[in-house]
Structures are given as structure tokens and as C-alpha cells.
């Protein structure tokens, strides 16, 4: 609705002649006329007036409808609201998800490296230490040394922690040190291509 049909609008609607309202303003009643037709617009100052004679607002008074920038403004708050929410997400399901990855991959490099770590190796050390003798073997893989399995007297295992070595050459020289320094005696066997 244009400027002029809403001062015509409000005037009726509160009961003024364009007499009356002319009188109001300090203008002629051709002013208010030539406003209600369209010929001219009221300025700054006599906009204010009209607004405080009318009790409306500056933006109801020229009909600038803030009603659908408010709206336009709330939608584009929703939009960018429902985007953080949706990188919040994508944030998170990469938070959980990052470490399994990771360790997943370092699985698979693992298998693939022991598969590729030449043949599979044997070797045994039996010990004798205070007059009672204790073996313990290791199958590993050649080119990394990688134990795949081991095992033996448990005496051997629990007086030296040998299960927290994952190579072969650094368990036999733990046991064979241990032995040593104790009083005892080692032998390593040659190590021999396990038979599959």
C-alpha cells in the first residue's frame, strides 16, 4: 500500500477530516489532499508527525512490511543454525570415528608387514640356572624378527616379563642375559624354517 492510501486509511480510521489533520500538522488542507492522491509525499519531519498523531510506527506508516524482513532474517538464522548443527555432527562422527580408523589401519599394516616379513623362523634356548634346566621357543618371522608365537617353562617367562618383547632376538638375549648374570648357562639353537 502506498504512502498516500495509508494516511487516508489511518485518518478515517481515527475519525480526522483532512481539515483536521492538515490543522495538526501546520499544513494546508490541499497538502494533505495531494498526499492521499499520490501527487506528493510527505518528508521527514511531517512522516514522524503523522506517525505520532496515527500512534504507528515510521515502517507502518509507508507500509514497509518489517513483518517479512523479520521473517526472512529469523529463516536465514534457522538455515544457518540447521548448517553448525550439521557440521557439529559431521565433527563429531569424525572425532569417534578418526581413532577406530586409525587403529584399524595400523592393524592392517601390521598383517600386511608380517606377511611380508619373509619365512617363519624357529629357535629355542634352554637354560640351566641353579641346577635345573628350562627351555623356551620362539617362532618369528625372518626379515623383522616379528615373534609369532612363543612359549615354554613359565619360570623362564615370569622371572624376565618376555611377553612384553615382540622380537624374537631381543626375548632370547633378555633370557640369556637373565640366566647369566644369575649363574647360569644358555644355548640357542640355529633357527630353522618352520614346516607348514
Known amino acids: 500500500m502506498e504512502i498516500g492510501n495509508k494516511i487516508m486509511e489511518l485518518r478515517k480510521k481515527n475519525g480526522l477530516s483532512q481539515e483536521e489533520l492538515a490543522e495538526k500538522i501546520g499544513v494546508a488542507r490541499q497538502t494533505i489532499s495531494k498526499w492521499e492522491l499520490g501527487e506528493t509525499s510527505p518528508d521527514l519531519k511531517q512522516s514522524k508527525e503523522l506517525s505520532r498523531i496515527f500512534k504507528v510506527s515510521l515502517d507502518e506508516l509507508v507500509s514497509n512490511d518489517i513483518k517479512d524482513i523479520l521473517i526472512e532474517k529469523t529463516s536465514n538464522t534457522e538455515k544457518l543454525a540447521g548448517l553448525i548443527l550439521k557440521l557439529n555432527k559431521f565433527a563429531l562422527i569424525f572425532i569417534v570415528l578418526a581413532p577406530i580408523l586409525l587403529i584399524g589401519a595400523k592393524i592392517i599394516v601390521k598383517n600386511i608387514r608380517i606377511k611380508n616379513s619373509g619365512r617363519l623362523l624357529n629357535t629355542s634356548i634352554t637354560c640351566i640356572l641353579h641346577d635345573k634346566t628350562y627351555s623356551y621357543e620362539f617362532n618369528y618371522y625372518e626379515t623383522t624378527g ?51
Request: aromatic share 8%; with cysteine.
Open 146 to 196: 616379528q615373534i609369532k608365537e612363543a612359549g615354554g617353562d613359565g619360570y623362564l617367562s615370569n622371572i624376565t616379563d618376555i611377553e612384553k618383547y615382540d622380537i624374537a632376538y631381543q626375548a632370547l638375549d633378555v633370557i640369556d642375559a637373565y640366566v647369566r648374570n644369575n649363574g647360569g648357562t644358555c644355548n640357542k639353537t640355529e633357527a630353522k624354517p618352520v614346516e607348514k
